[in-house]
């Protein structure tokens, strides 16, 4: 398969605990992005990268989010000290940026539960 | 600032009928709109998408047609099946010049599509 992974699928955690997900572009893809979608709406920006820059920062992005790529390749996003509100699945995508290759592809996404 | 409007927020449709979502859209910079589709507890898979310089796109049963002067754009599903049934989004984009995209997607609220048997 050489789709969009991420990992964990689930996370179920208590309020003020830290997690971080873990996303897999497709190989070939020099972006990546995060999303994050709250039931029943679209998905909402929240960063992205073009290698290992971070180039765009949303304002939903507090400062307990931070999101890395070090190498280029896979990505984190760590959230610290959770709220109930953080509570929403965690979409990455990827996406080439050569030529007219602009369509960004999705993985299956984190689902986050804060307790 | 809700840029990108989408519509009905929901919709029923009889097998083998047309069913028809509508976004509209606020920043005229915008010059890339997908459509995604996307099925409880998956992520959105990207079906067909069209740039501003064509009013109508068409992909097997999928056609988009694009109203640049109204800011609109809409998705047709033809011979509509119940496997067709899952939530649809909108986007929109700035694309620059070459094609490389300046990156986020905004998108619509969403569709739930239901096809009925």
């Known amino acids: 398969d050489t789709g969009v992974s991420q990992d964990p699928r689930h996370k179920i955690t208590k309020r003020g605990q830290n997690v971080t997900f873990r996303c897999d572009p497709i190989s070939e893809h020099n972006r990546l992005y995060w999303y994050r979608q709250t039931l029943g709406q679209g998905p909402e920006f929240l960063t992205y990268f073009q290698n290992e820059a971070q180039l765009e920062k949303s304002r939903l992005l507090s400062d307990r989010f931070s999101a890395e790529r070090p190498k280029g390749s896979f990505s984190t996003l760590e959230i610290q000290r959770t709220e109930q509100g953080d509570s929403a699945m965690y979409l990455c995508?990827?996406?080439?940026?050569?030529?007219?290759?602009?369509?960004?592809?999705f993985g299956p996404g984190t689902r986050l539960t804060v307790t | 600032q809700q840029q990108v409007k989408q519509s009905p927020q929901s919709l029923i449709v009889q097998k083998g009928g047309i069913s028809i979502i509508n976004c509209a859209y606020e920043n005229t910079a915008f010059d890339y709109f997908p459509w995604y589709q996307q099925f409880p507890g998956k992520g959105p898979a990207l079906l067909i998408a069209i740039r501003p310089d064509v009013s109508e796109k068409k992909e097997g049963r999928f056609t988009i047609s694009f109203n640049k002067s109204a800011k609109q754009f809409s998705l047709h599903i033809m011979d509509s099946q119940p496997g067709d049934s899952a939530t649809y989004f909108c986007a929109a984009s700035l694309v620059g010049a070459g094609g490389t995209s300046y990156g986020k997607l905004t998108f619509g609220q969403g569709t739930i599509l239901t096809v009925h048997p």
């Open positions: 995508a990827s996406s080439q940026t050569s030529g007219s290759l602009y369509e960004q592809y």
